[in-house]
């Protein structure tokens, strides 16, 4: 056997136009700045502690008072401007381009003096409090709910307990059945002693649920994406793509330890709402109890909350009006994707202006 040679000239020539890419990517790096994100024009309607409502609006345009109020609920353990990372990759501004009266809830960071704060405090004290306030503002009684992820089942929940509040409802990437085969990341957390865990932490940081959220596909989301970056650094605009989502993924807020154990043992060890054994507070979960229009909207590639968690979803309300939409994206591509992101906001703004008009 002979062994392979190396063309040194050919890897003379390799190592040279890889120092140009690099060297033309740091510059581009420099030249950004600082990174910014949200770029769609919001006004802060309601700040009560760490949590703030924002309700958005065009560029020189006064926010939409047509049509019910949408409004986004986030999951806590990421921020919600992926929703609106950059122009041209944000699902908040194409949902205003198409006219939706779209408002959002930013959770915040919690602290020290959060650790006992409960799912009750969350759905039935701030969730609560803030679609009240969007009612106040608009004069309606009831608002659109749409929930992404963990928000999702925050949505589900409320809309179960609160009917009279939800016109109608829209689920993103939200799981349901937390038990399918295929869900990675609750069999990693069933696995763990969670109240071991809060009692020693008090709240669970952030960079420890991130790490372990990027563990599960630690080649795609680890070497491949910093060696994919490495061969696009000499392009300005997918570096400071790049940029803003590498912001976004290390910006993890703690989680208040009281929540993340009640959240962890009802809905990830008992598969609550699937059994109908979820409770929050006193009051039990009756997924029957929703007969508002509902949107499932799916990431086919979602590695996080695979299709099959998701789509139990069906038979598990009492709506009469059930649509599933999936799209070929992962669980960040479906917001971030500059196809994905306009094609969801034009799903969802027709989807409600489909039942507005009835």
Known sequence: MTASRINPEVSAEQLVQLSAKLGTGFRHAAEQGAIEVSPTPRDAVVRDGKKVLYRYHGTDMPPSDTGEPLLIVYALVNRPYMMDLQSGRSVIEALVDKGVDTWLLDWGYPDASDQFHSLEDYLFDDLDAMVESVCRVRGCDRVNLLGVCQGGVFSLCYTAARPARVANLVTMVTPVDFHTPDNLLSAWIRSIDV??????????????????????????????????MIDNADDADRLATFLRMEKW???????????????????????GLVRGTATIGDERVDLSRIEQPLLNVIASRDHLVPPEASKPLASLTGSGDYTEHQEDAGHIGLFVGARTSRNVAEVISAWLAARESR
Do not use: C, H, M, W
């Not at 703690?254 to 154990?261: N, Y």
């Open 195 to 228: 109240d071991a865990l809060v009692d020693t932490l008090g709240n669970v940081p952030g960079p420890l649920l991130n790490f372990s959220f990027l563990s599960l596909k630690p080649f795609a989301l680890g070497a491949r994406k910093y060696l994919e």
């Open 249 to 271: 993924i290390n910006d993890s807020p703690d989680q208040a330890g009281v929540a993340f154990a009640e959240f962890t043992r009802t809905f990830f060890r008992d598969n």
